[in-house]
């Protein structure tokens, strides 16, 4: 039994083909996706998703990617959270790879995805790109280690592994642990604890080898299973099992 701990079949690449993708990862032995929120625009899309699959489950939250005038407040995240199919805030956190200038707004807006989620006791989803010195500075200040979550998507080192799961947050892999020149990622993924680990598809984006340049889908999270398997010696099973174990444990039961 395998688990996608991120993706986005809200997005309209999926449109339409909701039925096949379930399908499809019924197939691959994949039983429940949690599907991200990026913007509260999209929040009613993801809700409707989690209500209507039982194989699914969402989350609430303005990825740090988003204009610097989308407004968030503490209140509008902890209403929409209180729904039960609702298991996370996020994704948030910080993205300075795309983005320069005065980026206060995007740490001011991280701040108050904690603040809510430590209101409503639920978990974050923390995305972070070239941006892990503030990200965890943040984390620490506000408290984020309360309520624990997941670093989604990892792609930082060994030692941004280590001082997030000390926060009390799980290290997500996705499909760029398949990727031939993922030497870093790949050693991290041999490091992190098993019973710290969740595997994720960040799709529609990073389709796993041997996908690559195809639209990503939930299915396929079972390829990232493998390489990790392969990684560490381990059986697809065992690494099914922790990381299975571990969504449970982190977003309650599915």
Request: with cysteine.
């Amino acid at each position: 039994m395998l688990v996608d701990s991120h993706c986005h079949i809200s997005l309209d690449d999926f449109a339409g083909r909701i039925p096949q993708v379930l399908e499809r990862m019924a197939r691959n032995q994949v039983t429940h996706a949690l599907c991200a929120c990026v913007n509260l625009e999209d929040f009613p899309g993801v809700l409707a998703l989690a209500e209507g699959h039982s194989e699914l489950s969402g989350s609430v939250g303005v990825h740090p990617d988003q204009d610097a005038d989308c407004s968030t407040a503490v209140s509008d995240l902890v209403e929409r959270a209180q729904h039960p199919k609702i298991v996370a805030i996020g994704e948030t956190g910080l993205d300075y790879h795309r983005l320069s200038g005065d980026l206060e707004w995007q740490r001011a807006r991280f701040r108050i995805h904690i603040r809510a989620a430590r209101e409503c006791a639920k978990p974050l989803i923390v995305h972070t790109r070239d941006a892990s010195v503030d990200t965890l500075r943040i984390m620490r200040e506000d408290g984020a280690n309360e309520v624990g979550g997941v670093m989604h998507c990892f792609t930082e080192s060994a030692e941004v592994a280590e001082a997030a799961m000390e926060l009390n947050f799980y290290i997500s892999f996705s499909g760029i642990v398949t990727f031939k020149n993922a030497t870093t990622i790949k050693e991290v993924a041999r490091t992190v604890p098993l019973e710290r680990m969740l595997i994720e598809t960040d799709s529609p984006y990073l389709a796993p080898v041997p996908h690559r340049g195809r639209t990503n889908e939930p299915a396929w999270v079972r390829h990232v299973a493998d390489e990790i398997a392969r990684l560490r010696g381990l059986s697809l099973e065992a690494v099914a099992a922790a990381t299975t174990a571990n969504f449970i444990r982190l977003f309650g039961p599915i």
